[in-house]
Nanobody
Framework: VQLQASGGGLVQAGGSLRLSCAAS????????MGWYRQAPGKQREFVAS???????NYGDSVKGRFTSFRDNAKNILYLQMNSLKAEDTAVYYC???????????????WGQGTLVTVSA
């Protein structure tokens, strides 16, 4: 099982960016997927999560600006980031709780991270 994150880059403050996280390989199901981020010199911070039924949760710092949603048919998670601020600059990591086989307890998998840089 692999998670591949993409879509990071350089954007001006106030702009938008969309990240993607694709899960691939052999597995039975994905319980939840989400995003964390880590800025230089700071601890990893929760950004968003989406469970299999579609319920979403967001970190306080991104509420109202970021939206995360899943394409369950393609096993892809997206993070639409609007009204970006310089403090959103970080490496963004996606994760997925995946059951490799029916009845197996979900296991956390992580993507490699994608860098988002917001210029002031």
């Amino acid at each position: 099982v692999q998670l591949q994150a993409s879509g990071g880059g350089l954007v001006q403050a106030g702009g938008s960016l969309r990240l993607s996280c694709a899960a691939s390989g052999n597995f039975h199901s994905i319980a939840s997927m989400g995003w964390y981020r880590q800025a230089p010199g700071k601890q990893r911070e929760f950004v968003a999560s989406v469970i299999s039924g579609g319920t979403t949760n967001y970190g306080d710092s991104v509420k109202g600006r970021f939206t995360s949603f899943r394409d369950n048919a393609k096993n892809i998670l997206y993070l639409q980031m609007n009204s970006l601020k310089a403090e959103d600059t970080a490496v963004y990591y996606c994760y997925a709780d995946i059951s490799e086989k029916y009845g197996f307890v979900p296991v956390d998998y992580w993507g490699q991270g994608t860098l988002v840089t917001v210029s002031a």
